[in-house]
């Protein structure tokens, strides 16, 4: 059976600029790249030019926004997505007008985004998180090149269930890499595949030492970085949870609302609501970023409040401490990408943006709040992010009669557990520091590679 969907490619030969869809743009300078021009970078991450750290950002040729049935899942959005092949499996984020919360908070045009599992509203995700919207389309966007060479992507969490899902169902080389103290939120509904390996970082390790770790083993001959933050595929899959919104809503919110770590979904947001706009069938406003982060880890909330570029500096010691206090684990990144041009700093600078501390409480009953009013078994980071629209609704920052999207990242995991009877991920190595070391590492790599089937498909 074929694992991808049989799609003439729309570029195997000749000009690059002449066959794809999309382009990319280095916001720094402005040099335009093309996927598959260079062949030592076919797929790049950063404009090696440049000199000033910046984003790559995805411009569509012709630009058009034509949105599929929802049966088509992350790619009834393909419109706005930099991929070359629909991988099979994907879900989509569902958007409609609340009730219940608008009506406690005295909001007219409250509009819920919610990617997870609750299959009666046709959100049907079931690792209950909006990272599968970017594992679908980094898949996509290598297309049949994702057997080449093994992907790695380092997580909290959320971003290892969504690419273990997307690479155990079509038999993609993976590597992913978490915190040995973050696997109880690595489980699985889909039978785990030969071609995939989790690594869990020991000793004490965090997000950021994974990320650490990841690009050791990115470095070896046969892998390759996924890219986070840099990747415009991560960003611009992630970005369909406001395409959706925006499709549902019929016109661009005045305000969105999400909890991060990195920051990524934010930047998405961002940038879909500049394509949008470009494109004027919505209207061409901009859509003000209130983004939240569970305190007291609130590195992205400091560094915004001192007015700079700079990401504010976090001693490492100290925000260890900090990510063992908060229940939204998956928001505690120490390396997020704030300064970079086209970051989190200039999205927030260009959209007047906001940013809000919440506790763990105030998160807890903004969570018991959505369960009651909208049925929302919502994750740890949603409730932070749910708190945040109650703060700022207190505190006036929006007007009642606004159009407002919460972003719902997450939930449905009482569902899953009852429908899906999910299974605990086992990982197939555990690094302690002394692995961390590129030789040994790749010598536990070559060790389970040995172990397991070698019946890849490609």
């Not at 984020?93 to 299959?119: C, E, K, M, N, Q």
């Not at 030969?194 to 050791?216: C, E, K, N, Q, R």
């Not at 086209?342 to 919440?358: K, P, Q």
Request: net charge negative; hydrophobic share 40%.
């Amino acid at each position: 059976m074929e694992t991808l969907l049989d799609r003439e490619t729309l570029w195997n030969t000749g000009d690059p600029s002449q066959k794809q869809r999309y382009r990319l743009r280095c916001l720094a300078t402005g040099d335009v790249l093309y996927d598959k021009q260079d062949a030592d970078d076919p797929f790049p991450l950063s404009n090696r030019r440049s000199n000033t750290p910046s984003f790559l950002r995805s411009e569509y040729i012709d630009p058009t926004f034509a949105v599929g049935p929802l049966s088509d899942g992350l790619f009834r959005f393909r419109d706005m997505l930099p991929v070359t092949t629909e991988i099979p499996g994907s879900t989509s984020p569902v958007t409609w007008h609340s009730d219940g919360l608008a009506r406690s908070l005295g909001l007219s045009r409250l509009y819920i985004t919610y990617t997870g599992y609750w299959p009666e509203r046709g959100a049907v995700t079931p690792t209950g998180t909006f990272k599968e919207n970017e594992a679908f389309a980094v898949f996509g966007r290598l297309g049949d090149d994702a057997y080449a060479e093994t992907l790695v992507v380092a997580s909290a969490g959320n971003t290892a269930r969504a690419f273990l899902r997307a690479a155990d169902e079509n038999e993609l080389p993976l590597v992913v890499v978490v915190p040995e103290k973050n696997l109880p939120d690595i489980w699985t509904v889909s039978p785990r595949s030969d071609a995939t390996i989790v690594v869990a970082a020991g000793a004490g390790s965090d997000y950021t030492d994974a990320i650490h770790l990841a690009a050791t083993i990115a470095g070896l001959p046969g892998y390759r970085s996924e890219g986070g933050a840099k990747n415009v595929a991560r960003r611009d899959g992630m970005g369909c949870t406001y395409l959706s919104a925006v499709h549902e809503i019929g016109e661009i919110p005045n305000h969105y609302f999400q909890a991060v770590g990195s920051g990524t979904g934010a930047i998405a947001a961002w940038e879909a609501n500049l394509r949008l706009s470009a494109l004027g069938a919505y209207g061409d406003g901009k859509t003000r970023l209130h983004l939240s982060q569970n305190a007291p880890f609130t590195l992205l909330v400091d560094s915004w409040a001192a007015g700079t570029r700079t990401l504010a500096t976090l001693d490492g010691d100290a925000a260890k401490r900090q990510i063992q206090e908060i229940d939204a684990r998956v928001l505690a990144n120490r390396t997020p990408p704030y300064s970079p041009v086209g970051g989190l700093y200039d999205a927030l600078r260009d959209t007047d943006g906001r940013m809000y501390a919440v506790d763990n409480e105030a998160a807890l009953r903004a969570g018991s709040l959505l369960q009651e009013l909208e049925d929302i078994d919502a994750s740890p980071a949603a409730r932070v992010a749910c708190a945040s629209l109650i703060d700022s609704v207190e505190r006036g920052y929006v007007d009642r009669d606004e159009t407002i999207m919460l972003n719902i990242t997450g939930g449905g995991y009482k569902r899953i557990v009852t429908d899906l009877d999910p299974v605990q991920v086992v990982p197939d190595i555990l690094a302690d520091r002394d692995h961390f070391d590129r030789d040994r590492i790749a010598n536990a790599l070559e060790t389970v590679r040995r172990r397991k089937s070698t019946g890849l498909r490609r």
